[in-house]
Each structure stands twice: as structure tokens, then as C-alpha cells.
């Protein structure tokens, strides 16, 4: 969506956007292969229409979509009338473009049919777009500024947390100051950040839905998990027990839920992505994919790891912590299953979620690499084999096990006092070795694995 966003802006900047009959959407190699499956077409086309992610409604996305198709007239950026078949829009599976997988090529036409303009974007994952200049030249000067402590490894941002007596959140924040906004201000972005996370998982824990879409009929589960460890609490709050000196009483608020931890958790992240699965919004985080973790952990931190006594900054600093660590990750390495598995996603969404618990627990800076560390080590090699090219199987149980392995580490990283014997950019560069050393067909393709191996097939 954001791809064919910038391609609108680029012929506006052209001056040939009133020129345009037409534009031909080209999507190859993964993209391609599990296109149908993500909904890519549907994002290809609200792009072109001038919507972006945070701002479209999820809700109208299909019946938009089908409008385009049976009128066969596209809005381009919402005001252009251009022309639209499905032979304009074109899935090619079996090619690839240079530099990345994920790569797309759009083209518009003249009423004459001749090209205007042509130009190729990559989606690397995340939600980042990078143009084919871009990607030709990775070391090119951005003519962004430098933040007030640079750092580019985990080591060197070690270094700087002990040299200046800062936490990484609080160094990371100082960044974000440095390129002119205010504490505040780099807070009520993430508080918001954290008000839609909380809403998709509301949104998932009381969805009225049975199915999700697609041709495997997988069921929503969260609802009816919801409810079931819902009807749980309530029954012991309401219990009346016998205490010391035969005085009874009935039990409050502030009783800890019941059912183990683990099981509200692994609700949370279900939630969120059988959300995505039907195609609501949710937060990349580090992708589409693996939104569940993030979210679910520190909403479990909340009800249960804070005495349910967090506050706002308990909920910047995990987010400004778990960023970080995805920063790292993009850098680094790579957070596109289609260039490493789902190592990229699950196993980085794990790494930085246990790092965000980590910080919020008070764990120090070493302690909070050591989850990191943990968190991805025990997910090297995660292949990214969906079936049928739709993110539901393997893909939401898969965010729970993310989100329980995420605690885990975290509860392994504060009992030790942070000194690993394999440090976090160990961890980054193995991940990204692992990832160029899998075969293709296990990298977000549907062409291998559990996609082939299932017994499900398409209808």
C-alpha cells in the first residue's frame, strides 16, 4: 500500500498524473507467490487510490475493491479516473527482480498506451518501502541527521548506556529529542502507538466472527478463550471463603486473574492476529505477521508483572526498548520473512518484546542484550511456510509461542546479571547467515514445508 502510495506521489511530482489513462501494478517473486494469501492486491489497489495504512478503514477495503473491479475504473490518489482491468494488476510468481524478493514495478499509461513513467519499489519488511535507487545504493548518504549518540551495533550501545549512566530507553529517547521533538511529544506518539496495539486486541477478544477468511475455514479462537478464562475470574471473585477466625469475605478487585499466565497471554497474541488474518489494522512490529507479541507481552506485563499498578512510562519505555532492539534487527540483519524466514519476524518480535519486559522489570542495559539474546537464539532457522499463502497456519500460534518464549528469556536474562557468553550482534549476524543459507522455498513463499506438506489444498 505504501509502494503504491509513494508511486501516485512520484507522477504528481512529474506533473503526469492528469496524463494517466492507467497503471499497471507488477508484483514478483514472494510477493507474488503469497500475494492473494496477504491481501497484497487489495493494499496495491488502496495505494493507488491515495490510502495508507493508518489511515484507511479496514472495514470498506473489500467492497471498495470489488467496486474497482466490476466498474473497471480506478481513482487515483481519490481524484484521478484512470482505467482498471485485472490484466493491470499481475501476480508474476515465477520471476524475481534484483536485491529483494519483494519487489513491485508500476507503470502508467497514456490514453495512447504508451508508458509515462515506470519505476520498481521494494517492500523489506515491516511496512518500509525503499526505491530500486535505494536499494542500489544501501550506503548512499540519507541527509538525515545524526542522532546525539549514534550507535550501530548493540555493543556500541552498551558502551554508550555505561559511558553517559543511561538506560537504553533513556539514551534512545535523547536521540529522538536531538531530532527536534520533545519527550512528550516522542511519548504521546508511543501511548498511541500502545492505544491501537490494546484495540486490536479488544477488537480480537470480542470479535462476533466465527471464521476467518479464506479457503481453510480456520476458526477464531480468542473469543471463545476470552470468555472461558473470563467466566473463570469471575466465578472466584464472587467466591466466598472461610479465613482466620471463621470471618468470611467476599474477594476484591485486585485479585490476580485466574488461569496461568500463559493462557492470557497466548489470548493477547492470538487475538491480534487473527485480526490481521481477517485484514484489520494492526501495529507492525516488527511486522504485519508477528503484531501478536509485542502487544500481547506488554498487555501481560500490565495485568500481571506491574501488580497492576503500570504507568504511562512503564509503557514508553518497553516500546522505546523493544524498538531499539528492532532497529538493530533492521539494521543488522533483515525483518522480511521473505529474505530470512520467520526468523525475522516471529524471532524478532520475540527478541524485542523480551527486551521491552526486561527494561520495565529494571533489568540493566547488559541484562536487557541477554533477552534479546535469548529471545532469538532459540528461534534461528524459523522457516516462513504458510499455507496456502495466508497468514493463519502456522502463523497465530506462532505469536503465542513468540510471546511465551519472550517471557521466558526475559525471566532467564534477570536472573542472571547479564554477562552471555554470546553476545546480541553475534546473534544478529548468525540470524542473517541462517537466512541467506535457507533455501528460498521456506522463505514466505508457500512453495515449501508445512504449505506443501499440510494436506490442504487451494480450492
Partial sequence: MRAAYYYVQRLKSKSLLEKTSSVKSQLYGSLALTGEGHSTPKAILMGLEGELPDRVDPTKITSRVASIRIKKQLMVDGVHKTYFDNDLLQLLKTEELPHHSN????????????????????????????????????????????????????????????????????????????????????????????????????????????????????????????????????????????????????????????????????????????????????????????????????????????????????????????????????????????????????????SMAAAGLTAVYGGSPAQIENAAEIGMEHHLGLTCDPIGGLVQIPCIERNTMGSIKAVNASHLALIGDGNNVVPLDTIIATMLKTGRDMQTKYKETSLGGLAIHSGVTEC
Fill in 103 to 350: 519487489g513491485m514495478r508500476f507503470t502508467a499509461y497514456d490514453q495512447l498506451g504508451q508508458v509515462l513513467d515506470t519505476y520498481v519499489y521494494y517492500s523489506i519488511g515491516g511496512g518500509f518501502v525503499r526505491t530500486v535507487d535505494e536499494m542500489a545504493s544501501p550506503n548512499a548518504a540519507s541527509g538525515r541527521q545524526s542522532p546525539l549518540y549514534p550507535y550501530h551495533t548493540c555493543e556500541e550501545l552498551r558502551d554508550l548506556c555505561n559511558k553517559h549512566s543511561m538506560n537504553i530507553a533513556e539514551l534512545q529517547m535523547q536521540n529522538e529529542i536531538s531530532f527536534g521533538k520533545t519527550a512528550k511529544q516522542v511519548s504521546e506518539a508511543l501511548l498511541n502507538i500502545w492505544g491501537v496495539m490494546n484495540q486490536v486486541i479488544e477488537s480480537g477478544l470480542h470479535s462476533p466472527e466465527k471464521l476467518l477468511p479464506g479457503h481453510l475455514n480456520v476458526r477464531r479462537r480468542a473469543p471463545e478463550m476470552f470468555a472461558r478464562l473470563e467466566s473463570m475470574e469471575l466465578a472466584e471473585r464472587q467466591k466466598i471463603r472461610t479465613v482466620e477466625g471463621a470471618k468470611v469475605h467476599e474477594l476484591g478487585g485486585n485479585i490476580k486473574p485466574i488461569g496461568t499466565a500463559m493462557d492470557w497471554l497466548s489470548v493477547y497474541a492470538m487475538a491480534v492476529n487473527e485480526e490481521n488474518a481477517a485484514g484489520g489494522r494492526v501495529v507492525t512490529s516488527p511486522t504485519n505477521g508477528a503484531a501478536g507479541v509485542i502487544p500481547a507481552v506488554l498487555r501481560y506485563y500490565i495485568k500481571w508483572g506491574s501488580n497492576q499498578q503500570s504507568s504511562p512510562t512503564d509503557i514508553v519505555n518497553f516500546l522505546i526498548t523493544a524498538g531499539v532492539i528492532g532497529l538493530l534487527f533492521k539494521k543488522g540483519a533483515s525483518i522480511s520473512a521473505a529474505e530470512v524466514g520467520c526468523q525475522g519476524e516471529i524471532g524478532v518480535a520475540c
